[in-house]
């Protein structure tokens, strides 16, 4: 098992900055790569970043390149997510989530990965 708590999440005015924080518990960190994901009222789970179990590989969704970074401590246990820019539309709970066994496109899917942290609220107000 694997235990994820976010932190970081609040209000913020568009064109502002937020950091989020996912730590990990539990079995060995660095051997998951790590997602990020976002939920608004209404809409599906999407993908926002991930990266890979070292930290050596990136990907981003289209929206959010060039505005977020995600990056990661893995003496700390610890996934992160730099959001700079923020927009209205980057309103939602954002999710971080593990995954055990590779790397790929399929780590754009929520349903790819085994565990799940509660989420943290971000409101991008206009």
């Known amino acids: 098992q694997v235990q994820l708590v976010e932190s970081g999440g609040g209000l913020v005015q568009a064109g502002g900055s937020l950091r989020l924080s996912c730590a990990a518990s539990?079995?060995?960190?660095?051997?998951?790569?790590m997602g990020w994901f976002r939920q608004a009222p209404g809409k599906e789970r999407e993908f926002v970043a991930v990266i890979s179990k070292i930290g050596g590989s990136t990907s981003y969704a289209n929206s959010v390149k060039g505005r977020f970074t995600i990056s990661r401590d893995n003496a700390k246990n610890t996934v992160y997510l730099q959001m700079n820019s923020l927009k209205p539309e980057d309103t939602a709970v954002y999710y971080c989530?593990?995954?055990?066994?590779?790397?790929?496109?399929?780590?754009?899917?929520?349903?790819?990965?085994?565990?799940w942290g509660q989420g943290t609220q971000v409101t991008v107000s206009s």
């Open positions: 989530a593990a995954e055990s066994t590779g790397w790929g496109p399929r780590l754009f899917r929520a349903t790819e990965y085994d565990y």
């Open positions: 539990g079995r060995t960190f660095s051997n998951y790569a």
